[in-house]
């Protein structure tokens, strides 16, 4: 079917830079919203950025989120970082294509997430 796998995570200074990536494969006809979320530790699950099929955003400042069609990819450039930026990255998409059954629709899918561990 479709999977995501997000890419990019790791360990970084407080003020340091990371860009996140979600690769989308599968079968896809297109994709319409992407976005990030983010889940730190003993916390709930946070919407950090979305972008529309169109490639309107929501954010501005440290984050900047983009995508590239051709290639089924989201990006996250974080910039700035902060210790409490520290969480698992998540990617969503909303996809359209064909079910088992040849019925077309859009769905919802995530990926597994990726770490972020913003050292002080």
């Known amino acids: 079917q479709v999977q995501l796998v997000e890419s990019g995570g790791g360990l970084v200074q407080a003020g340091g830079s990371l860009r996140l990536s979600c690769a989308a494969s599968?079968?896809?006809?297109?994709?319409?919203?992407m976005g990030w979320y983010r889940q730190a530790p003993g916390k709930e699950r946070e919407l950090v950025a979305v972008?529309?099929?169109g490639g309107s955003t929501n954010v501005e400042g440290r984050f900047t989120i983009s995508r590239d069609n051709d290639k089924n990819t989201m990006y996250l450039q974080m910039n700035s970082l902060k210790p409490e930026d520290t969480a698992v990255y998540y990617c969503?998409?909303?996809?359209?294509?064909?079910?088992?059954?040849?019925?077309?629709?859009?769905?919802?899918?995530w990926g597994k997430g990726t770490l972020v561990n913003v050292s002080a």
């Open positions: 969503r998409m909303h996809i359209r294509n064909y079910n088992d059954l040849g019925v077309m629709g859009v769905m919802d899918y």
């Open positions: 599968g079968r896809i006809l297109s994709i319409n919203d």
């Open positions: 972008i529309s099929s």
